[in-house]
């Protein structure tokens, strides 16, 4: 048996580690099977001696994080011990070092695994990206960060930001008001990325000034996409007519990132997914990048990625 304790440089840094209800020191023990308890800024391992050295190293790789106070999430513990089990804890500094944008609220954006990671490289080295997985894993938000930032930047003229009106078995028509507001509840989740980085207020302005474009997926038929860099959400329910059509809008300096969960399709049963047809013809192609995103990337409340893992489960 071996117990150490480790005193933190204040009682923010050491609650920031521990997380709300001490989630994160019951995730730490369930990893390693030490026993952690807190006392003030003091928390103290009991139990093997590797299990104590390896929980030991994680918590140390974690130091950017507590020492700054910011709270820490189940995904970068979970990330801590694969790089700590794997050898990768340079790689882990230089992933915590990576700050890829500041919300409007002064909070740092990184990508907190090394999937993510995987899917911003992927999104800033090719004009297709295509980013898998389910709810949580960051695959809109992190594309809207890029996005956002490649406009500020000038690497681009305009944001297009579209998605299927296909949601629940609901049709348009059953819906009231015109059709910019039969299709906002749809687009909600494109607005609400953006809303991070850009004050509301602005919005409708840089939308008058074509800075910014929110549409249903059908109005791209017959353009051309050049200048931009567009995000097509929620590609499980387009077909795959329309994500072949949106696909063949790509525009010279243009860059294109498709995100979906291939497990909520929201389409009748007897009508393929677009985007797993999609996947199927264009895995090889050169140019294109697939990415696929976990139940451990979920970087939503705890919860969600124990639900996700129960699905994924069945």
Request: aromatic share 6%; glycine share 6%.
């Amino acid at each position: 048996m071996r117990t150490e304790t480790l005193q933190f440089p204040s009682n923010e840094s050491a609650i920031a580690l521990a997380g709300t209800g001490e989630e994160n020191l019951k995730l730490l023990s369930r990893h390693t099977g030490v026993q952690l308890t807190l006392r003030g800024r003091d928390v103290t391992l009991s139990g093997a001696p590797k299990a104590v050295e390896r929980c030991l190293q994680v918590l140390h790789s974690l130091a950017p994080y507590w020492k700054e106070e910011k709270p820490i999430s189940s995904p970068d513990i979970l990330t801590a011990f694969h790089a700590v089990d794997t050898g990768q804890t340079d790689e882990y500094k230089d992933l915590q070092k990576n700050v890829l944008a500041v919300t409007r609220k002064g909070e740092t954006i990184r990508a907190k695994t090394f999937r993510q990671r995987q899917y911003v490289k992927a999104i800033q080295t090719h004009d297709i990206t295509f980013g898998i997985g389910p709810a949580g894993t960051g695959k809109t938000f992190l594309a809207a960060v890029l996005a956002v930032q490649a406009l500020l930047n000038d690497e681009c003229d305009r944001i297009i930001l579209t998605r299927p009106a296909v949601e629940a078995g609901e049709k348009l028509g059953f819906l009231p008001g015109d059709l910019q507001q039969k299709v906002n509840p749809f687009l909600r989740p494109l607005y609400d990325s953006l809303y991070e980085f850009i004050e509301p207020a602005k919005i409708p302005d840089l939308m008058e000034r074509g800075k910014i474009e929110i549409a249903p997926l059908a109005y791209m038929r017959g353009r051309t996409l050049s200048h931009a860099f567009v995000i097509v959400d929620e590609a499980q329910n387009a077909t795959p007519a329309q994500l072949k059509m949106v696909l063949t809008r790509l525009g010279f300096r243009a860059r294109m990132v498709v995100t979906g969960d291939i497990t909520q399709t929201d389409l009748p049963n007897s009508q393929d997914s677009g985007l797993v047809v999609t996947q199927r013809i264009l895995k090889n192609v050169e140019g294109i990048a697939f990415c696929h995103l976990s139940s451990a990337d979920v970087v939503r409340h705890p919860l969600v990625q124990r639900i996700v893992a129960a699905y994924e489960r069945q």
